[in-house]
Structures are given as structure tokens and as C-alpha cells.
DNA sequence: GCCAACGTTGGC
DNA sequence: GCCAACGTTGGC
């Protein structure tokens, strides 16, 4: 196995709120830094991402829905936005890259799907970078219109 | 706007 | 090291 796979080995999900940063905003710029993060859970799952993997796109509050599908574009890296008393922290942040929308899943049909109960989506409600299972992602890229998932 | 969940901080 | 107080996130 290459180093640098087209296939993605690792799946995410990642949220925002979406009058913050959306993912229409991330369409409009392709590719951008996903700063900000200032949880350690979350930290360490931007910590664990690789090149090529995929990512699905989150709104929270007013959405509540995934909306659509990245990609990770670099490996984590100090987040330039890390104010001096939060250094400590030691923050990064990825580059990712947008891929393309997809049909709007809501959180009330990700909660009504029983092969999703164990999402981390749902079991951690406040976790804002997450791991998803092979078989979450299919199922939500199914439940999002995308035929064949990478 | 409220509240539950939960992470962080600081006193002891 | 414990725990109360407090702040933040995010669903409703």
C-alpha cells in the first residue's frame, strides 16, 4: 500500500456551525484550514488524520444535517490561530478540500437509522472532529445520494 | 431561550 | 486527588 493512497483509510466528521462557516463556503474557497479546534479529544482525531482521508461535513444548531463530503488535503500542523495563552494546548489544525454536496442527512434520520446508534455523532454530542466507522460512512454516503463511496 | 452534557478550573 | 463552580456546545 502507497503511502499517499487515493484510497481513504480513515473516515471523519467534522461540524460547524454553519452562519461561521459553511459548506458552501468551503465550495467557494475548495480548500481551507480547519482552525479553531480547542478540545483535546477533538485535537487528537485531527492529530490522527491523513492525507486522502475522507471527511463528511456537519452543520450544527440552525442545519442540524450533513451536507456534505471532504477530504483531508494536509496532515495536521500547528493552528496559526492559537492565541499566545493557549499555547500550552499545543493546537493544530488540517487542510481540508472540498469533494461535493450531498443530499442534506438530518440528524433526526442519522437518530431514527438503528445501524447508526453507536455514531459518535450522537454518543458525544459535543465532540466536534470524530472517527466513523467504515460502515457509518457508507451508510451515511448512501443516505446522502453519493452512489460509490471512495 | 432553556437546559443537558460535559470539559476545565481552582480551592481545599 | 476530589469536587464544586463555571463555561461552552449544541439540541430542542
Redesign the pocket.
Known sequence: MPKHSLVARNYWLV???PDVYSFDDLLREQKTAWTGV????ARNNLLAMEIGDAVLC?H??LD?AVVGMAEVARSAYPDPTTLPEEEK?NWVCVDIRAVQKVTPIS??TI?AEPRLADIA?I??????VLPLTPEEYTLLCALGGVKKAR
Open positions: 461540524k460547524s456551525e480547542r478540545n483535546y479529544q456537519y450544527s444548531n442540524r494546548g440528524l433526526a437518530k455523532l454518543k458525544q454530542s459535543r465532540l466536534s
